[in-house]
């Protein structure tokens, strides 16, 4: 609970522990005091009771040291609070996107990625912002939490790993359905080794960008990449695995080529035109045992085609199953 693996750590640890001891001590003493007078006060010892009106010095004493203690809390509480909101002018910037159910990092070079990666002994900004509802990015292991709340700018927290590691990231405030598979990770790399990852990462998107646009040469390998890239930034990993179980909507694996049984009792191909047509308006009809809570996506024509290949490239049902499935009922 304790342990330093942020430098923010030490500002919330510190109030943990002087809370925790002045509990510890008021417990002990209230229950000492407690069982003196039950002794002192027993029936056998005082058959009659005996009223007492006023002890001045009594009421000064529990409303001082209370107001001492409070406003200790309060001092110790404003130290913590003010590192927290003062991330140093140099700090590297990434903008983290909160919706459901899924968190999305952007890097300053357009990288964007659904896991953090930072540098160890470099501060880190997250500047936060959500798209539906509120979400609260929580980091545990570095005693760092924020809310992301929809069209509220300025909403950010800062941190500085001291270790090298993979640690949790969870959302900490209840934003619907999914809300548990809200999960993510922060990868904590040494500096060459960020460097390596974003420059990489970072000529991924370049190439990408040149090849899908127009008049590049993007074949069906690099649009699909790009589907896959995209997933992740628009936030459909939340909802569609790619490992053949269901989440709130249906796996992509083997999704292309199945025929689907939809809502209404009708069944549908998945082709190029249904997904076209479904992702373009969700809501005009939905696959049975699936809840229609999936909404309208703003994508250009390059991305639709990108995400189409990339859930083409997840593979489609054996042939023989797929003839069964195509065959008149």
Avoid at 57 to 82: D, N, Q, R
Avoid at 158 to 173: M, P, R, S, T
Avoid at 200 to 216: C, I
């Amino acid at each position: 609970m304790l342990s330093r693996l942020s430098n923010i750590a030490d500002t919330v640890n510190g109030p943990i522990l002087f809370i925790s001891a002045v509990c510890m001590f008021m417990l002990i003493g209230i229950t000492g005091v407690m069982l003196y007078f039950t002794f002192k006060y027993h029936r056998r010892k005082s058959p009659v009771g005996k009223d007492i009106h006023g002890h001045q010095t009594l009421e000064v004493v529990w409303t001082i040291v209370p107001t001492i203690l409070a406003f200790a809390f309060f001092w110790y509480g404003w130290e913590g609070y003010k590192v927290m909101k003062t991330p140093p002018k140099d700090a590297m910037k990434i903008h983290v996107t909160g919706r459901m159910w899924s968190w999305n990092m952007e890097y300053e070079n357009g990288v964007q990625v659904a896991e953090l990666y930072v540098p160890v002994n470099r501060a880190v900004r997250c500047d936060l912002t959500s798209q539906d509802v509120i979400h609260s990015f929580y980091i545990p292991a570095f005693k760092v939490k924020q809310d992301a709340v929809p069209n509220v700018k300025g909403l950010f927290l800062w941190f500085e790993a001291l270790q090298v590691g993979d640690y949790d990231i969870f959302c900490a405030e209840y934003c619907g359905l999914n809300h548990s598979h809200m999960l993510s990770k922060v990868h904590v790399l040494a500096q060459a080794d960020f460097d390596a990852w974003l420059k990489t990462e970072g000529d991924k998107v370049a190439a990408l960008k040149k090849a899908t646009e127009p008049g590049g040469s993007a074949d069906e390998g690099s649009l699909a990449i790009m589907g896959k890239q995209l997933a992740t930034t628009k936030g459909c990993v939340a909802c569609h695995t790619v490992d053949g179980s269901p989440r709130v909507g249906p796996t992509w694996k083997g999704l292309y080529g199945k025929t689907e049984s939809m809502a209404d009792g009708s069944t549908a191909l998945v082709d190029e035109a249904y997904l076209r047509s479904f992702i373009r308006d969700p809501q005009a009809r939905h696959v049975k045992g699936f809840p229609p809570v999936m909404p309208k996506i703003d994508l250009t024509d390059e991305e639709l085609a990108a995400l189409v290949a990339y859930i083409q490239s997840l593979g489609s049902p054996p042939a023989q199953a797929a003839a069964e499935q195509k065959a008149p009922r």
